[in-house]
């Protein structure tokens, strides 16, 4: 009942910036919050930056100060902007959405590459 549209990965240089946008649609369950995610080859998904229904943002220690995590309510939107890219950034980002019945809905990610 939640679908997510992931976009605005790309290739980025050392030290610049990307924006990730994260589409939502849903229907007939409630979200509670939104997270954005990282896979890197041969590792865990790990959670980089989260917000809840009432605005309230969480960042893992290496985006804090670097990534910002905000709402389009308008356009039905959650983004990632991300500065300051380093190589350890690179990774398939993936947006989902954790309903108030507690199941979490993935999107298909999008690719981040870090790279001179």
């Known amino acids: 009942q939640v679908q997510l549209v992931e976009s605005g990965g790309g290739l980025v240089q050392p030290g610049g910036s990307l924006t990730l946008s994260c589409e939502l649609t849903?229907?007939?369950?409630?979200?509670?919050?939104v997270g954005w995610y990282r896979r890197v080859p041969g590792t865990q998904v790990e959670l980089v930056a989260s917000i809840t229904a009432d605005g309230e943002r969480w960042y893992q220690d290496s985006a804090k100060g670097r990534f910002t995590i905000s709402r389009d309510s308008a356009k039905g939107t959650v983004n990632l902007k991300m500065n300051s890219l380093t190589p350890d950034d690179a990774a398939v980002y993936l947006c989902?959405?954790?309903?108030?019945?507690?199941?979490?809905?993935w999107g298909r990610g999008t690719q981040v590459t870090v790279s001179s």
């Open positions: 989902a959405a954790r309903t108030s019945n507690g199941p979490r809905y």
């Open positions: 849903s229907s007939g369950v409630t979200i509670t919050s």
